[in-house]
């Protein structure tokens, strides 16, 4: 059993910051890629950023250049320092991995948070 469990979400003024972290436990073998979504009310779900587990990194367009993912692989936690965040930043967040449960089999599965809110005001 895998556990994904999410913190660091609330409510912040826009220009502000917050770091939201996102640890998985259980009988895990290894983690690949990272990543964090989120969701606004009424809208889909969508991908903010992502790290592998070479550390290569990629960012939705609306958010590049005010935030930053990151990961400890020790720790299988992944990390998201958001800066100067805009009350259109406000959704729920969702981390995901993509995890390797047994040495001796090829298949990964997917796992997902909880979610966090994250509420920016004007």
């Known amino acids: 059993q895998v556990r994904m469990v999410e913190s660091g979400g609330g409510l912040v003024q826009a220009g502000g910051s917050l770091r939201l972290s996102c640890a998985a436990s259980?009988?895990?073998?290894?983690?690949?890629?990272m990543d964090w979504y989120r969701q606004a009310p009424g809208k889909q779900r969508e991908l903010v950023a992502r790290?592998?587990?070479?550390?290569?990194?990629n960012y939705g367009d609306s958010v590049k250049g005010r935030f930053t993912i990151s990961r400890d692989n020790a720790k299988n936690t992944v990390y998201l320092q958001m800066n100067s965040l805009k009350p259109e930043d406000t959704a729920v967040y969702y981390c995901?991995?993509?995890?390797?449960?047994?040495?001796?089999?090829?298949?990964?599965?997917?796992?997902w948070g909880q979610g966090t809110q994250v509420t920016v005001s004007s």
């Open positions: 995901h991995a993509i995890i390797k449960l047994d040495p001796a089999v090829p298949n990964l599965y997917s796992y």
């Open positions: 259980g009988s895990i073998f290894s983690v690949n890629a």
């Open positions: 790290i592998t587990s070479g550390v290569n990194t």
